[in-house]
């Protein structure tokens, strides 16, 4: 009976490891269809970890939003570019690249940190834990409630953000109202 | 435990059972597997024998005679084996790999296809609980609060089984008819979540085992609470399977085979069962969330446990009831299939995001001012 | 226990039966090289064009919409699960929501960005 309340350590350690390792392989492979497809697998684990944390509904929203649909995009995108590996460079940092990884890094840091210092509410799940959130109706149900009364604005803004995505990606996708959309994208050897 | 020398096998398989300290966790873990297992295997059996139906079917609509030839000896059985000996035959194919196909990936492509469709098939409530010794047991393999979305996430993962099958094959008729089916699939997504929308409203739960609990009575079914939903979803059932009329991904007249050209032997009878399963599948969740699911028309749960005298036999009614009503929405499907010609692929572009779409979305708006007027007064 | 280790188990058990199924194929049945043979299918004749063609930008637009109104249908999923608690301001604060993005939607139907042709 031992081994079993470990269970959920084990499992968290190895889940994180299985995000550790697909993360690095995306990064890693040279093809980017393995790299999506490593992302897949990442996005899959991440999902899985919520899981494991009770966090059911962000579980899904993570695979039918991410794993299912943005990667799709990225799958799309390959494909319509068609990069073959060989077009592409190994590791070379850039100027642009790196100012990213320092970006990141720095973010990283700071939610580590303030993670380390926030109110033990926050920090240890507590008053939130799995049974209360059942008590409470289950995870998606006090999420909901959560974001329709506490976080009414960012989820209108969001509609608003929603919208300028669209508009922008019609706009980049469709240059002129006239000629249709432009068909293909040139470039040489395209059709 | 003490093991003797004239302990005989099924001695040892007998006292099992009580070496085991059963509780909750245990029982649950043991059910888990056998529900599993009874699951996959009759998943197994599909693919053989929806070959054969839709063989069958169609040769009797057309006044043909369909295959009628293989069997044991003289016993026929209308050719029922046709399906056992094709799929040996195409498990023992010679497996050709076109040159310049990128190997990991034409490898991983049917196994993208299948694994998302076991998956959804066990988020299904094949019936009601079972009650073994004093242990209540779900009917289904796993039991989430979140069952919609859940199905919903886990299926949008089919996509990259049939964009890697494109891709990977170096071909391009497949890529042609990947990229199709991809887009086919992920367009008639939205309106298939959004169809699910009103019922959520209706029955103010995520879970499938409550929303069928829910439906007691007939008029308590989906399919009268929300008629367009059901609509929108039964279009889009098709879609999302690439089945006629939308079986552009395969129009064999411009794409030869669509995704699985370059596939042949066991791979592309592993392509058959992801088809088959998700298809399956579907007709589960049309039947569960729009016709009551494993609950008997006419015959309110309470009065078949009060007539059988046990949950169990009640049970096992609910899961004939819910693979009678899968059974028609499969039928469903083949019928549909030999009776509409294909679409023409700009056509159902538009008919997903020109009609599908904001008649889904009107869907919900509309079902939740009802409701509201209903309900909130 | 956790409802999402069967979901585990099973999802292992799915890949390993596609991985067997796609196996089977590859250790059952003959093997004989031909250059004929391993060609991509071209009904019959030899390959004329490869089968890495630039694809059409329509499917990235379909793709990149697709996207942004599944996250909407994620929205109206909480929505509708908190439906009853939330009463009429839940049903006006997602006609809100809606309503712009059927802004959006016009817009992109009047921009012919869903013609296929």
Same mark, same amino acid.
């Given at each position: 009976m031992e081994a079993l309340n470990l269970m959920p350590e084990i499992l968290f350690y190895i889940i994180s490891g299985m995000v550790l390792v697909s993360s690095v392989m995306v990064v890693a492979s040279r093809n980017p269809i393995t790299s999506a497809i490593f992302l897949v697998v990442d996005l899959f684990f991440v999902a899985a970890l919520y899981a494991s944390l009770g966090a059911d509904f962000t579980a899904a929203v993570q695979v039918l939003v991410y794993a299912g649909a943005i990667v799709v995009l990225f799958v799309f995108v390959i494909m319509l570019l068609n990069l073959k590996p060989e077009a592409l460079r190994g590791f070379r940092f850039t100027v642009g690249e790196a100012l990213v990884l320092l970006i990141t890094l720095t973010g990283f840091v700071i939610i580590a940190t303030e993670l380390a210092h926030a109110p033990p509410d926050i920090a240890s799940p507590g008053n939130l834990g799995a049974a209360a959130i059942e008590l409470a109706g289950g995870n998606t149900f006090v999420v909901g409630m959560r974001m329709f009364t506490a976080f009414l604005w960012p989820f209108e803004i969001a509609s608003v953000l929603i919208l300028l995505a669209i508009v922008a990606c019609v706009m980049v996708a469709k240059k002129d109202k006239k000629s249709g959309l432009k068909g293909h994208i040139q470039s040489s050897g395209g059709n | 435990m003490n093991l003797g020398v004239d302990l005989t096998f099924l001695e040892f398989l007998a006292s099992l059972p009580a070496l085991v300290e059963w509780n909750d966790f245990t029982v649950g873990l043991v059910a888990f597997a056998v529900k599993f297992a009874i699951l996959v295997g009759g998943l197994l059996q599909l693919p053989p024998l929806l070959v054969w139906i839709e063989r069958r079917v169609p040769a009797l609509m057309q006044r043909r005679r369909g295959p009628? /030839?293989?069997?044991f000896f003289k016993w026929r059985l209308y050719g029922l084996m046709q399906s056992l000996a094709d799929t040996i035959k195409l498990i023992f194919k010679e497996e050709v790999v076109p040159d310049g196909a990128h190997k990991v990936f034409y490898h991983l492509a049917p196994v993208f296809c299948v694994f998302p469709a076991f998956l959804v098939a066990c988020a299904i409530p094949y019936g009601p609980d079972l009650l073994v010794f004093g242990h209540k047991i779900p009917l289904s393999v796993v039991r989430l609060d979140v069952g919609f979305l859940f199905i919903l996430a886990i299926s949008s993962l089919a996509v990259y089984g049939v964009s890697l099958a494109g891709w990977a094959s170096n071909n391009k008729y497949s890529l042609m008819g990947s990229l199709r089916a991809s887009a086919q699939m992920i367009s008639y997504e939205i309106p298939l979540g959004m169809s699910l929308i009103p019922i959520v409203l209706i029955y103010g739960t995520l879970d499938l085992g409550k929303i069928v609990e829910a439906q007691t009575s007939l008029i308590h079914w989906g399919v009268f609470a929300a008629p367009f939903s059901f609509m929108i979803f039964l279009i889009c059932m098709f879609a999302e399977t690439n /089945?006629?009329?939308?079986d552009l991904a395969e129009a064999e007249g411009e794409l030869v085979a669509g995704f699985h050209t370059e596939y042949n032997s066991a791979k592309f009878a592993a392509f058959f069962l992801g088809e088959y399963v998700s298809m399956f599948v579907l007709s589960c969740l049309a039947a569960t969330v729009f016709f009551g699911g494993w609950q008997v028309p006419f015959v309110p749960y309470e009065t078949i446990v009060a007539l059988a005298g046990s949950p169990n036999i009640a049970a096992l009614a609910g899961i004939m009831m819910l693979l009678l009503k899968a059974s028609f929405f499969m039928w469903v499907y083949i019928w549909v299939r030999w009776t509409l010609p294909r679409f023409r692929y700009d056509q159902l572009m538009s008919l997903g995001w020109k009609f599908m779409l904001p008649i889904g979305l009107a869907n919900v708006v509309g079902t939740a001012v009802v409701l509201a007027v209903l309900r909130f007064k | 226990m956790n409802p999402y280790i069967p979901v585990i188990i099973v999802l292992i058990f799915g890949v390993l039966l596609g991985s067997i199924l796609s196996g089977l194929a590859a250790f059952l049945g003959p093997k004989k090289y031909l250059k004929e043979k391993m060609d991509p299918y071209e009904c019959g004749v030899p390959k004329v064009t490869s089968g890495s063609e630039k694809m059409s930008v329509k499917f990235y637009l379909t793709a990149i919409l697709f996207i942004l109104f599944d996250i909407e249908t994620v929205f109206l999923y909480l929505w509708a699960r908190t439906f009853d608690q939330l009463g009429w301001l839940g049903v006006v604060e997602v006609a809100m929501f809606v309503l712009v993005l059927v802004v959006g939607y016009i817009y992109v139907l009047k921009r012919g960005a869903l013609e296929w042709d």
């Amino acid at each position: 009976m031992e081994a079993l309340n470990l269970m959920p350590e084990i499992l968290f350690y190895i889940i994180s490891g299985m995000v550790l390792v697909s993360s690095v392989m995306v990064v890693a492979s040279r093809n980017p269809i393995t790299s999506a497809i490593f992302l897949v697998v990442d996005l899959f684990f991440v999902a899985a970890l919520y899981a494991s944390l009770g966090a059911d509904f962000t579980a899904a929203v993570q695979v039918l939003v991410y794993a299912g649909a943005i990667v799709v995009l990225f799958v799309f995108v390959i494909m319509l570019l068609n990069l073959k590996p060989e077009a592409l460079r190994g590791f070379r940092f850039t100027v642009g690249e790196a100012l990213v990884l320092l970006i990141t890094l720095t973010g990283f840091v700071i939610i580590a940190t303030e993670l380390a210092h926030a109110p033990p509410d926050i920090a240890s799940p507590g008053n939130l834990g799995a049974a209360a959130i059942e008590l409470a109706g289950g995870n998606t149900f006090v999420v909901g409630m959560r974001m329709f009364t506490a976080f009414l604005w960012p989820f209108e803004i969001a509609s608003v953000l929603i919208l300028l995505a669209i508009v922008a990606c019609v706009m980049v996708a469709k240059k002129d109202k006239k000629s249709g959309l432009k068909g293909h994208i040139q470039s040489s050897g395209g059709n | 435990m003490n093991l003797g020398v004239d302990l005989t096998f099924l001695e040892f398989l007998a006292s099992l059972p009580a070496l085991v300290e059963w509780n909750d966790f245990t029982v649950g873990l043991v059910a888990f597997a056998v529900k599993f297992a009874i699951l996959v295997g009759g998943l197994l059996q599909l693919p053989p024998l929806l070959v054969w139906i839709e063989r069958r079917v169609p040769a009797l609509m057309q006044r043909r005679r369909g295959p009628n /030839r293989v069997g044991f000896f003289k016993w026929r059985l209308y050719g029922l084996m046709q399906s056992l000996a094709d799929t040996i035959k195409l498990i023992f194919k010679e497996e050709v790999v076109p040159d310049g196909a990128h190997k990991v990936f034409y490898h991983l492509a049917p196994v993208f296809c299948v694994f998302p469709a076991f998956l959804v098939a066990c988020a299904i409530p094949y019936g009601p609980d079972l009650l073994v010794f004093g242990h209540k047991i779900p009917l289904s393999v796993v039991r989430l609060d979140v069952g919609f979305l859940f199905i919903l996430a886990i299926s949008s993962l089919a996509v990259y089984g049939v964009s890697l099958a494109g891709w990977a094959s170096n071909n391009k008729y497949s890529l042609m008819g990947s990229l199709r089916a991809s887009a086919q699939m992920i367009s008639y997504e939205i309106p298939l979540g959004m169809s699910l929308i009103p019922i959520v409203l209706i029955y103010g739960t995520l879970d499938l085992g409550k929303i069928v609990e829910a439906q007691t009575s007939l008029i308590h079914w989906g399919v009268f609470a929300a008629p367009f939903s059901f609509m929108i979803f039964l279009i889009c059932m098709f879609a999302e399977t690439n /089945r006629a009329p939308f079986d552009l991904a395969e129009a064999e007249g411009e794409l030869v085979a669509g995704f699985h050209t370059e596939y042949n032997s066991a791979k592309f009878a592993a392509f058959f069962l992801g088809e088959y399963v998700s298809m399956f599948v579907l007709s589960c969740l049309a039947a569960t969330v729009f016709f009551g699911g494993w609950q008997v028309p006419f015959v309110p749960y309470e009065t078949i446990v009060a007539l059988a005298g046990s949950p169990n036999i009640a049970a096992l009614a609910g899961i004939m009831m819910l693979l009678l009503k899968a059974s028609f929405f499969m039928w469903v499907y083949i019928w549909v299939r030999w009776t509409l010609p294909r679409f023409r692929y700009d056509q159902l572009m538009s008919l997903g995001w020109k009609f599908m779409l904001p008649i889904g979305l009107a869907n919900v708006v509309g079902t939740a001012v009802v409701l509201a007027v209903l309900r909130f007064k | 226990m956790n409802p999402y280790i069967p979901v585990i188990i099973v999802l292992i058990f799915g890949v390993l039966l596609g991985s067997i199924l796609s196996g089977l194929a590859a250790f059952l049945g003959p093997k004989k090289y031909l250059k004929e043979k391993m060609d991509p299918y071209e009904c019959g004749v030899p390959k004329v064009t490869s089968g890495s063609e630039k694809m059409s930008v329509k499917f990235y637009l379909t793709a990149i919409l697709f996207i942004l109104f599944d996250i909407e249908t994620v929205f109206l999923y909480l929505w509708a699960r908190t439906f009853d608690q939330l009463g009429w301001l839940g049903v006006v604060e997602v006609a809100m929501f809606v309503l712009v993005l059927v802004v959006g939607y016009i817009y992109v139907l009047k921009r012919g960005a869903l013609e296929w042709d």
